[in-house]
C-alpha cells in the first residue's frame, strides 16, 4: 500500500515569507509526527497529533510555527515569518497509534526547505 | 533530559568486514530503544528495536542488545554489504511520566559506506 507522502519534496523561499509543509500519512493511521532534521544531525521532534488533536507540540521551536490536522488525516505545518535558520529538511511519520507507544513510525520522504 | 550519543563518523568499511556503531544513551525511565536506517535517496525506516534491558533486537543481519547496566545499544554486524551504506541512527523513546505515544529522540547518526 501507499507509505506517507510529503509535498513539496523541495521548497525555497525568502527570508520572511510564510510556507505550508504536507504530510498525508497512511491510511488509518491516528498518529502523526512531525520531526525536523538539520544537517548532519539527526532528526529532532516537533509536534504530535492523536486524531484531530495535537497531543504534544513542545517541540515546535516558536510561535512562527503551527501546525494542523484538521480531520485526521493530512496533516499541514505552517512556518510564518521564515527565517534562514528554518532551512533543514522537515520528516512526517505515522503510525497506528492504537497500541504502545513503541508502534513503528513509518516515516514519509521529506520536505528539503531551503529559506534564502 | 534524554538524549542519544552516537560515535562519530563516517565509518568506512570493505565488504564483509565487521560492523560495530557504538550507541548509549541518557533517559528517565526505562526507554525503548530502535536503530532506523535511511538509505540514500529513501526515507527512515526502522532497522530493530528492544523495548527492555537485555532484549535483542535483529533485522537484515544487524543486532542490537539493550544493556541497562551501561546505557548502551550498539549496533552489530558480523559481514557488511555494499547495499549496506546508509545512514543509521540510534533512538530511544522515553515512558516516563506514563508516555503513551511515541516521542522519538535521535542521535546525529553516523555514515556507513561499504566498499566492494
Known amino acids: 500500500g501507499a507509505g506517507v507522502s510529503q509535498t513539496p519534496s523541495n521548497k525555497v523561499t525568502e527570508k520572511g515569507k510564510y510556507v505550508e509543509l504536507r504530510c498525508d500519512p497512511i491510511?488509518?493511521?491516528?498518529?502523526l509526527y512531525w520531526y525536523r532534521q538539520s544537517l548532519g544531525q539527526g532528526p529532532e521532534f516537533l509536534i504530535y497529533f492523536q486524531g484531530t488533536g495535537a497531543a504534544d507540540d513542545s517541540g515546535l521551536p516558536n510561535d512562527r510555527f503551527f501546525a494542523v490536522r484538521p480531520e485526521g488525516s493530512v496533516s499541514t505545518l505552517k512556518i510564518q515569518r521564515t527565517e534562514r535558520g528554518d532551512s533543514a529538511v522537515y520528516l512526517c511519520?505515522?503510525?497506528?497509534?492504537?497500541?504502545?507507544?513503541?508502534?513503528?513510525?513509518?516515516f514519509g520522504p521529506g520536505t528539503r526547505l531551503t529559506v534564502l | 533530559g534524554n538524549s542519544v550519543t552516537q560515535m562519530e563518523g563516517p565509518v568506512t568499511l570493505s565488504e564483509e568486514a565487521f560492523l560495530t556503531i557504538n550507541c548509549t544513551y541518557t533517559?528517565?525511565?526505562?526507554?525503548?530503544l530502535f536503530w532506523y536506517v535511511q538509505y540514500p535517496g529513501e526515507g527512515l525506516q526502522l532497522l530493530l528495536k528492544a523495548t527492555k534491558a537485555d532484549d535483542k533486537g535483529s533485522n537484515k543481519g544487524f543486532e542490537a542488545t539493550y544493556r541497562k547496566e551501561t546505557t548502551s545499544f550498539h549496533l552489530e554486524k558480523g559481514s557488511v554489504q555494499v547495499s549496506d551504506s546508509a545512514v543509521y541512527f540510534c533512538a530511544l523513546i522515553s515512558n516516563a511520566g506514563g508516555t503513551s505515544y511515541g516521542k522519538l529522540t535521535f542521535g546525529q547518526g553516523t555514515i556507513l559506506t561499504v566498499h566492494p
Open positions: 491510511s488509518g493511521h491516528t498518529a
Open positions: 533517559a528517565t525511565g526505562y526507554p525503548s
Open positions: 511519520a505515522s503510525s497506528v497509534g492504537q497500541g504502545p507507544s513503541t508502534d513503528t513510525q513509518y
